[in-house]
């Protein structure tokens, strides 16, 4: 009898983790896919003009803390990044020469703050669901 009220309460425990997660796949797939990918590696049109990061590697994911990452959520992210400069800039028609000088762009990397759209358990869940995007 024991036994079975346990393993009715682990299944219970087990069901709620599902639903948490499949509702963090749903906020991820709504609300930050779009700049991040489905899959976390931010190749979207809009993730790639924004220099989004790759979160499927191991570089990005111990570069973070847990806290970190929840802070990005609640208080969005606003900062310019240095990046080389891609070999489009070089196929224009006209190339002024600073722009053949140019070997670095900075970008304007800006996300919204979710603090008053979601609640505390969905950015815990989402920081669980970016966390599972390491490879
Ligand atoms: C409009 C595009 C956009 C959307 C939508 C978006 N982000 Fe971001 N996010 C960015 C940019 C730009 C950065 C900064 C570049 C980077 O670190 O990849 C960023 C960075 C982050 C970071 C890393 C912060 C750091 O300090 O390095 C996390 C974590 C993150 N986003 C989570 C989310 C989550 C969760 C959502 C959905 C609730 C979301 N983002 C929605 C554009 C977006």
New binding site residues.
Partial sequence: MAALVIWALALGAGARAASASAQARR??LE??A???GSDGT?QTS?GRA????NMATAAWQQG?SDL??KE??QNG?KRTKTVPAPPATLHGAKITASAQAATELQVK????A?RDK?QPEEIDG?LQY?RQFAP
């Fill in positions: 906020t991820w609300s930050c779009s700049c991040h931010g809009k924004l220099y989004v990061a973070i970190g990452i990005a959520i992210v990397q800006q996300m919204d979710y979601l989402l970016i």
